[in-house]
């Protein structure tokens, strides 16, 4: 019934942890797929150990092409995805089923997180507070939807597609984008996936993350979907568009890179009220 994607690239040291949390839910009729995504490390010798898991390697491209592959191998009617780092509670599964069962209109739910940094619980600020159903002006402002956390129909993909391949971070925004200008998300509000942080190798931690998440709100702006965005969510989107191009343009000048500073206010620009045209990405 549900088919669980693990994404990994070099995490022999922290997956088998995630792959335990798996096995060990109350509710068994999944199937795991794990996409090594070219890992040089133990990854390999470890997942030979777990026959029960469909595992495939690809060449290094990223993790929206490895998620991307495991959705399209997965054969469920629902979709999991879990981060190599992170960790599910027992309940987690059997939850989000059951919330799908008595909600056969729902697409797509999230549970709460507990979080830890370094081995130490810490608590969301408020602003990371999750809300429930229609959440595309909150989600515009930053990333309130959790891979560890969702379960989605798969139909949704076939709605609004895959992860954004061409972004190396911030895939998720991206996505949840997508996804909730068309779609509530809703929230189960038990905590029951275990978000673990503060190593190196987070895509998180990489500097300049906003770049992505302009770039995403330029493509939803210049190519809504079908239905289009409604007049509030355009609204929103511009402005909190123009807000992060004047943050990072700021960051750019200071730092020297002059160019693409000006790239990013000739963006905002763009998007001033009454202005239309657009701008190509700036080579990277």
């Not at 019934?1 to 942890?17: F, H």
Request: glycine content about 6%; aromatic content about 8%; some cysteine.
């Amino acid at each position: 019934m549900v088919s669980i994607v693990i994404p990994c690239y070099n995490r022999a040291w922290i997956l088998e942890e995630a792959i335990r949390s798996v096995f060990d839910q109350h509710f068994q009729d999944f199937e795991l797929i794990v996409v090594d995504d070219g890992s040089t490390d133990d990854t390999a010798e470890l997942l030979a150990a777990y026959p029960r898991i469909r595992t495939t390697r690809q060449d290094h491209a990223g993790v929206s092409s490895a998620r991307n592959l495991g959705i399209s191998l997965a054969r469920g009617t629902y979709i999991a995805f879990l981060d190599s780092d992170d960790l599910w509670l027992p309940e987690k599964l059997s939850a989000q089923v059951a919330f799908f069962q008595k909600r056969p209109d729902v697409l797509i739910c999230q549970t709460e997180e507990i979080w830890l940094r370094n081995g130490a619980r810490v608590n969301p600020k408020r602003r990371h507070a999750k809300p429930s159903g229609m959440i595309f002006e909150d989600s515009t402002k930053l990333c309130l939807v959790s891979p560890s956390a969702v379960m989605i129909r798969r139909d949704l993909f076939e709605t609004i597609g895959g992860y954004d391949e061409s972004l190396p971070a911030c895939e998720d925004y991206d996505l949840w984008l997508r996804t909730t200008c068309r779609f509530p998300v809703y929230l189960l509000p038990t905590p029951l996936v275990i978000k673990r942080g503060g190593h190196g190798d987070q895509l998180s931690r990489q500097p300049g993350l906003d770049r992505y998440r302009i770039y995403a709100l330029q493509k939803i702006l210049e190519n809504p979907p079908t239905s289009g965005l409604s007049p509030r969510q355009r609204k929103t989107a511009v402005e909190v568009l123009r807000e992060k191009c004047r943050i990072y343009a700021t960051g750019c000048m200071k730092r020297g890179r002059v160019a693409e500073g000006e790239y990013y206010l000739n963006l905002r620009q763009a998007f001033s009220p009454g202005v239309s045209n657009r701008l190509e990405r700036p080579d990277e």
